[in-house]
């Protein structure tokens, strides 16, 4: 709409004039309205004051509160400090009031500064008693909460977890997208029991009451189910996203890989601090259009009214809220980041690491994390805490100076699982003690048959006296798991490989003084088209494997391999009978291409250990040739022709089209003659043919020294190669599936008998 900037002279007796006269009247009582600074009520936060039993955190996040809501004054804001200062000791306990008076400069004090001084001063009355007699009690419960008051003095209460949930101060809301071909979700709420409902509703009311939840009405629903906490009258409450999460925009989860995650540790570092924050994603607002997607159903058991809610932030079940929560944090961690360059910061979603070569820095470091987290609007689990300490847990490993190790409740839980009577049971089995391969020896060698028993469709499990001992093995090995030593990225790696029953066998070690100190046990399954290769190709595999899987924990620093095989020879001379084109040049790439890696030979390995019996010495074999006699269809035969043969044969086998029909045949001669000549089936191929004509031509030859020469690729390769994969797998592709010609390849390898 045009608005003029003197008057237009409209005339109020016409309609449209008039239609003109009341919009510009309505644009101007908006203006006034909207753009006029309302004056500020302070006599509300006056209204504020400390109660008689209510603690100094508990006063500062009411005027925090009330200040935030409803005067809209930012009390973390320096132009409002002598404000808020003024308010807070005015208004605290008379106690403290009286002492906050009395210190110097207070009125230009920060907010940090003033809370920290009144927590030094203040005893509240209750809790006076305890501090005269504390000799008496069994356990101060700041021990108990292994935080000292140093920290709790210098840690601004906005930083601890309490009822008042965070909300992160610098973050965008979060837009959920649904799929474009996804229908709404309308699933009925279940019935809830009265004492589930009444159990819920602190829960529902607080929540309504702090903004994460708002009543909407929305066409989805998904049903919210109360579950009661073990040992205890409380409820939590659960929603089922699972329908929602089917319909949702998948986002990749950029999740820090724990496999690598602790390899950032510096060596050095002796004192460690853990953070865990609470009810992480409520921290984490939704775009106000994307908030009904998790709409629920409610029914107050106080009023009986029912009405339908839904989260205004991240609700937990969320597929995506720990990888929205952990970019998130991740971002405005950076900005601590660059003040602490020196100060190792590990974070895993929500559960963060510090860490240092000394007390005092790691007491700093903590101290400033911890305010700063909390002035980004998170909190902080005063329980889960665990500050300044020399041994911490993390994602289940005990942390200590220079080594990590499973903690102890970690191998307990997977100790406890009964033996499985089904392969989704043994599946999660297999994914607990899958965390734990780094610190068990030949883990995937003993989990072998474990892996084969749960693969197929679902069904009975067959679970027989070799998985059992597998099963109890891996139990054992677990709990005699041994602590790894720390990676120190300033020394050189060693890497010891063995491969067993298709399995890559490894430990990575650095040297501690003259002892080589473990850093990483590997195990991993070979690829399956390697059952039938060689043992030396199958070395070479093992090899090029493990070193792909230490180099997610060396990063870059020198690896000396050390393997029982000279891996470069039968790889470059005989690999590729074998071995695909692309997969040779891969495992060139990864073994002999490579700045950091250098492979050395070691005469034997101790199977136990995976180390060394003797560092260096000579091989116990020569690779080619075992490859050469072992792998052969036979023991005489050559890929070089004989000079002493007694007969010389050439065959072809062929297919070709005549008058429009497809014809096939094939041919065995000698320089001067045909020995044999016959048609084929008109369906027959010509790799098929060529193994006819090869076959025919042993069968011509039985009994003497003979040289036979063939155009076939296929067929050399069959005879010096393939033949003796067959022999160790069987009839059968690396897919496990029939192999083409298989009663043609029978009788060739009759024929070489």
């Known amino acids: 709409m045009y608005l003029p900037k003197e008057d237009p002279g409209w005339d109020p007796n016409t309609s449209e004039r008039l239609k003109r006269v009341k919009e510009y009247q309505k644009l101007i009582l908006y203006g006034i309205q909207h753009g006029v600074q309302k004056p500020k009520n302070l006599s509300k936060l006056y209204e504020v004051r400390q109660g ?286 660059n003040g602490h360059d020196a100060v190792p910061l590990l974070q895993y979603v929500d559960d963060l690491l510090i860490g240092s070569d000394s007390y005092e820095a790691c007491l700093e470091a903590t101290i400033s994390l911890l305010n700063f987290l909390g002035l980004a609007g998170y909190r902080v689990s005063k329980k889960k805490a665990q500050l300044e300490k020399k041994k911490v847990q993390y994602m289940g490993f005990e942390i200590t100076k220079g080594q990590r190790e499973l903690s102890t409740e970690r191998k307990e839980v997977i100790c406890r699982i009964a033996v499985p009577t089904s392969k989704k049971q043994l599946r999660g089995f297999l994914g607990m003690a899958g965390w734990c391969p780094l610190w068990i020896p030949n883990f995937g060698l003993i989990a072998k048959l474990l892996y084969a028993a749960v693969k197929g469709p679902e069904g009975v499990l067959e679970w027989t006296p070799e998985c059992r001992k597998s099963f109890d093995e891996i139990k054992r090995k677990l709990m005699e798991a041994s602590a790894l030593g720390l990676l120190n990225l300033r020394k050189p790696f060693q890497l010891y490989v063995h491969e067993r029953q298709q399995v890559a066998l490894g430990v990575l070690t650095q040297k501690l003084r003259s002892w080589k100190r473990p850093v990483g046990y590997f195990s991993k399954q070979l690829v399956e088209v390697s059952k039938g290769w060689p043992t030396c190709l199958r070395a070479v595999a093992a090899t090029a494997t493990l070193i792909e899987e230490s180099r997610k924990l060396t990063l870059g620093q020198p690896i000396t391999v050390f393997v029982p095989h000279a891996v470069s020879s039968p790889l470059e001379n005989k690999g590729h009978h074998w071995i695909s084109p692309s997969r040779v040049a891969k495992y060139q790439a990864v073994l002999l291409e490579q700045d950091d890696v250098v492979i050395s030979l070691t005469s034997a390995l101790n199977p136990a250990t995976l180390l060394p019996i003797s560092e260096f010495g000579e091989l116990h074999h020569d690779c080619l040739t075992t490859v050469e006699q072992v792998y052969s269809s036979r023991p005489d035969l050559r890929d070089k022709p004989l000079s002493n043969a007694e007969l010389e044969l050439f065959t072809d086998g062929s297919i070709f089209m005549l008058e429009g029909r497809q014809k096939a045949g094939y041919a065995v001669v000698t320089h001067t003659q045909a020995l044999e000549a016959k048609s084929l089936p008109s369906n027959t191929s010509a790799q098929k043919a060529e193994l006819v004509a090869l076959t025919q031509a042993l069968e011509l030859s039985q009994g003497k020294r003979v040289n036979i020469y063939t155009d076939s690729k296929y067929a050399f390769g069959v005879v010096h190669a393939h033949g003796a994969i067959w022999k160790e797998r069987g009839l059968l592709s690396s897919h496990g599936t029939l192999i083409k010609y298989g009663t043609e390849k029978t009788s060739y390898r009759q024929s070489f008998n």
């Open 52 to 337: 008689d039993k209510e603690t100094l955190s508990a006063f500062y996040e009411r005027l925090c509160e009330l200040e935030n809501g409803q005067i809209c004054y930012d009390p973390e804001d320096d132009s409002n400090s002598k404000l808020f200062n003024m308010l807070f000791i005015g208004q605290a306990a008379a106690d403290i009031r009286k002492k906050l008076q009395k210190v110097e400069g207070v009125d230009g004090m920060t907010i940090s500064q003033l809370l920290s001084i009144a927590y030094k001063l203040h005893i509240p009355p209750e809790t006076a008693w305890k501090a005269q007699i504390c000799l008496l009690t069994e356990k101060d419960p700041n021990e108990e909460m292994n935080i000292s008051e140093e920290v709790l003095n210098a840690v601004i209460p906005l930083a601890w977890a309490s009822k008042i949930p965070g909300q992160a101060k610098n973050v965008t809301p979060v837009k959920i997208e649904l799929k474009p071909e996804a229908q709404p979700v309308r699933k009925k709420q279940h019935p809830i029991k009265l004492e589930a409902r009444k159990g819920s509703e602190p829960i529902i009311s607080s929540f309504l009451e702090h903004g994460l939840l708002r009543e909407c009405q929305s066409e989805l629903n998904t049903p919210i189910l109360p579950v009661k906490k073990p040992h205890s009258s409380e409820y939590r409450l659960v929603q089922d996203l699972r329908e929602i999460n089917a319909r949702t925009v998948d986002v990749h989860p950029v999740v820090p890989n724990p496999y690598t995650l602790l390899t950032t540790i510096p060596n050095s570092n002796t004192y460690f601090t853990v953070l865990d924050l609470k009810d992480a994603a409520f921290c984490i607002p939704v775009d106000e259009q994307s908030q009904t997607i998790f709409a629920f159903e409610w029914e107050n058991p106080s009023t009986g009214r029912k009405t339908q809610l839904c989260w205004t932030v991240l609700p937990q079940g969320f597929k995506n809220s720990p990888t929205f929560f952990g970019n998130t944090l991740a971002k405005e961690l950076e900005l601590w980041q």
